[in-house]
Nanobody, 114 residues
Framework: QVQLVESGGGLVQPGGSLRLSCAAS????????MRWYRQAPGKEREFVAA??????NYADSAKGRFTISRDNAKNTVYLSMNSLKPEDTAMYYC?????????WGQGTQVTVSS
């Protein structure tokens, strides 16, 4: 059974940092592109970052502040977020994609507020 379980969200002040984790199981993690998306209230889900075969890709809003990394031995992907802004407030979702298969986690809430 495929599972993606996000953790690490919470309430943080502007300028603060958080590290999100996504623990995967039920598929060959190392073969999959791992991505982070987010969805703010009233907005569409948007791409944040991806880890693809040793390369990374970021949305413009994440460049320079967020870092995606993965540990294939632990079947886990991370999103380190620095210099957080109120506009980063959203539900953050982990996504796995390969071989025409796509899986989503349930999300973890990030709230940036003073």
């Amino acid at each position: 059974q495929v599972q993606l379980v996000e953790s690490g969200g919470g309430l943080v002040q502007p300028g603060g940092s958080l590290r999100l984790s996504c623990a995967a199981s039920g598929f060959t993690f190392s073969s999959y592109t791992m991505r982070w998306y987010r969805q703010a209230p009233g907005k569409e889900r948007e791409f944040v970052a991806a880890s693809i075969r040793g390369r990374t890709n970021y949305a413009d809003s994440a460049k320079g502040r967020f870092t995606i990394s993965r540990d294939n031995a632990k079947n886990t992907v991370y999103l380190s977020m620095n210099s957080l802004k109120p506009e980063d407030t959203a539900m953050y979702y982990c996504n796995a994609y390969a071989f025409a298969n796509e899986y989503w986690g349930q999300g973890t809430q990030v709230t940036v507020s003073s």
